[in-house]
Every structure is written in structure tokens, then in C-alpha cells.
């Protein structure tokens, strides 16, 4: 079935992915389902977030929240990046205001060679059940995710968030092979889960590589490009839009449309022209509005979106989003305004916005 020809669903998303003509900009925001709704909040409680990634009701959920409360043009998947890590069997904990921990660090060949046959046998049942949920509930396009290795990677090797990635970069330049079938049995892991999600019925898929601006360009070639690519490649097929987005990742742009995805995801680092021209115009681009921002009264935002919008300059291929997630406590309000003013300012026909400066 066509979801796209069904009346009354929204593709403008999908187009836009596509670089196809819109009649407007597509907007949606990364943690769009997050402490900021007091429905989340409510819905959240004392609960563990992997235990609510595994709850297919609770999942569904979560992700419904925001489309309830503003007209975004896509949902995305209430999950966690550590979903499929936990699902292997790993002992893994996300801590309120630390982030995922992992109990047993991998440092040692050995340990990745455990990792793989942990990984053969992947039941990740309650993210696809919670997938066909939300398809019967929703007239936006779903978006399925899954962290990228490097990222994955620096957990399994930090035990935790880092500041530096001194043990990854250590074990990345220390043992090269060993770090090779690390990231091997990762990329393995992500093509798996994103194309069940496909399967399961996801119309996009985001590969959040948070943590790879850490990397010099050199680095990011050697150690990280060759599984990435494979990632995009292996998706490729199955046709429905692939969107990679990393944090300071301004030097790697370029090398990130390398590996080989329809849309690059920019933070708010790299004015959004200057990007675009960084990985080329016949790639479509997400972003990248500081998240920050939101947090500032209504005037300050609406200001710093208009500049976003201009530097986009109606080209195809624009989906406006935050450079990184909502952070809480940002002013529903704020949100709320931002999807209209995007909606209002790039209806086609309409004047761009201009103050004759990019």
C-alpha cells in the first residue's frame, strides 16, 4: 500500500527527503516526546526508560504525545539508542541525569568476540509490535533510529558518557583489528534493527551518530566511514529515506554524505548554508536551530528560526529541526509557535523571509 496517496496523510516529510516539491517545510524535532510535555512527564514517572522501550503501549504512547499538541510533519519512535544493546543482553542502565551506563566495559578482544555471538540472536519484538501500533494511529510518517557504531562504540568502551573518548580513541589507535571487528559486529547489529524496522513498518530511519565529532576527518575515514557507509548501503533497497546526524560534526560533513545518506542532520555549529554547500545541494538537509534558543522568550526564537529559514533559501530538500534534541524545560509554548512560524513563512508562494543578510 501507498501510504503517501492515502487522503489525509501527510507526506510532506517524505518529500522533502526526497527533494521533491512541498508546499511547505517539513518540521519535527529530535526528543519531540521528552520531559518538557507534563503529559510525558506524567506518563514517565518513576519509570526505567528501557523498561518503557519494551512496553510496546507505553511506547506508543510516548510517541503520540507531541503530534497531540502541535502539527509536525513526522513522529519519531519512542526508544533509546541502548534498546538493542540491552536486548543482546548487556548489562545496561540509563541513570537519571548521567545517561546510559554499561556495567561490563569492553576493553579486550576477547570481549568483542562475546559481544558478536551475544548479538546473533537479537529479539527486538517489542520495538516492532510497537511499530505496527503506531501505523494504524498515525497520518505522518514514522521514523525508526538506531545509534551509529561509533557512538554505541564509545559507551561499550567508556562504561558510561565521556567528556574526551580518551578510552575509545586509546583502544581505536591501540588495536586497530580488535576495534575493526568491534565495529563490524556493531554496523551487523544497526542494519539488522533498522531494516526490522523497516520491515515492521517505519517510513524513515535515523542513524544518530551523537558522539563522532570527536573524531579528526583522517580518524573518522580509517576508523568509522567504512562501517557507516555499509550501514546506508545495506539499507538502500528497501527505499524509504535515511537521515545521519552527528554533534560537532562540521569538519566531517562532507565525509558524512560519503557514507552515504538521503538526508544529513546538522547542529547548530555550522550556519545551515555553509553546511549545505559542505556536503552538496543534491543532498537533502535537517536542522539547525540551537535548542537552547527555545529556551528564551518567544521574540529570541522566532528571530533565530527566520535566520535558519533564510539560509535554507526555499531550496528542496530543507526539514527544519532543533541542531539536537528539545531540552527540558523549554516552554511548550515556544514549540508550538515554531512549528506555525516554519509552516506560515515557507508556504510556497510565500515571501522568504529576508533582513538582507544570511
Known sequence: MDETADSGFNDRFLRACRREPVDRTPVWFMRQSGRYLPEYRQLRQDRDILEMCRTPEIAVEATLLPLRRMEVDAAILFSDIMVPLAAAGLDVEIRPS??????????????????????????????????????????????????????????????????????????????????????????????????????????????????????????????????????????????????????????????????????????????????WERIGFDVAIQGNLDPAVCLAPWDAVEAKALVVLRRAAGRAGHVFNLGHGVLPGTPLENLQRLVELVHERTLRGSAAPTDGRL
Open 98 to 275: 548521567v545517561g546510559p551506563v554499561i556495567g561490563q566495559p569492553i576493553r579486550s578482544a576477547s570481549e568483542v568476540r562475546r559481544l558478536r555471538s551475544r548479538t546473533a540472536d537479537l529479539d527486538v519484538s517489542p520495538v516492532l509490535d510497537a511499530i505496527g501500533l503506531l501505523r494504524k494511529e498515525l497520518s505522518v510518517p514514522l521514523i525508526g533510529f538506531a545509534g551509529a557504531p561509533f557512538t554505541l562504540a564509545s559507551y561499550l568502551i567508556e562504561g558510561g558518557p565521556s567528556r574526551n573518548f580518551e578510552r575509545t580513541k586509546a583502544f581505536m589507535h591501540g588495536e586497530p583489528a580488535t576495534w575493526d571487528d568491534l565495529m563490524g559486529t556493531l554496523g551487523d547489529l544497526v542494519s539488522y534493527y533498522l531494516q526490522a524496522q523497516i520491515e515492521a513498518g517505519v517510513q524513515a530511519v535515523q542513524v544518530f551518530d551523537s558522539w563522532v565529532g570527536a573524531l579528526d576527518p583522517d580518524d573518522y575515514i580509517r576508523f568509522v566511514l567504512p562501517t557507516t557507509r555499509d550501514i546506508f548501503d545495506g539499507l538502500a533497497w528497501l527505499g524509504v529515506p535515511r537521515i545521519h546526524f552527528g554533534v560537532g560534526t562540521g569538519e566531517l560533513l562532507p565525509l558524512m554524505r560519503e557514507a552515504g545518506a538521503d538526508v544529513v542532520g546538522v547542529d547548530w555549529r555550522v550556519p545551515l548554508h555553509e553546511a
